[in-house]
């Protein structure tokens, strides 16, 4: 079976966390197209900053032969009767506050695809940040390129908190 992740980050200020700006915000786009690939697993990452106008930018790019067990937040799990198993494992640089693990959250058939939603809050020297990462999950005997921006996704999960 082929695994297709795409790690979409937005990143944000006070500027933006309010109307009018955080309807801007809203209208981003949290999937974009895949790549031809024939890899058992293909990730992208995906950054969309205020500070570069929302642009999106591929930051990463990788194929394997294997998926990991973990790619960023997201946990993965290739079960013997042919699911996939998805979860999330709050890590700190997910921003604050700390969320409780949820390792089996989704499973996913062949030919299914997932959403799941983390936001955070990120203090440093330079001030505060807020950050909303979505990781869209496809998984099957082929996936589409265009698998994330036709259909919505066949199961969502959320571990968004009230940032403010």
Known sequence: MLIAVQVVEIRWTKATR????????????RAFILPHTGAA???QHYLMHEQEGFAAV?????QADRA????????L????DGVLVLGLKWDPSEGQPRRSPSNSAIRLAPGQSARLVLNGRHTSYLGQE???VIYNVAYGEAIAPERFLC???DRQFSL???LF
Do not use: F, T, V, W
């Open 18 to 29: 309010g109307a009018p700006r955080a309807n801007e915000r809203a209208r981003l786009p």
């Open 41 to 43: 697993y293909a990730c």
């Open 58 to 62: 591929l930051k990463k790019e990788r």
């Open 68 to 75: 990991p067990l973990k790619e960023r937040s997201l946990i």
């Open 77 to 80: 799990r290739e079960r013997d």
């Open 130 to 132: 807020y950050s909303e």
């Open 151 to 153: 259909a919505e996704a």
């Open 160 to 162: 968004a908190a009230h």
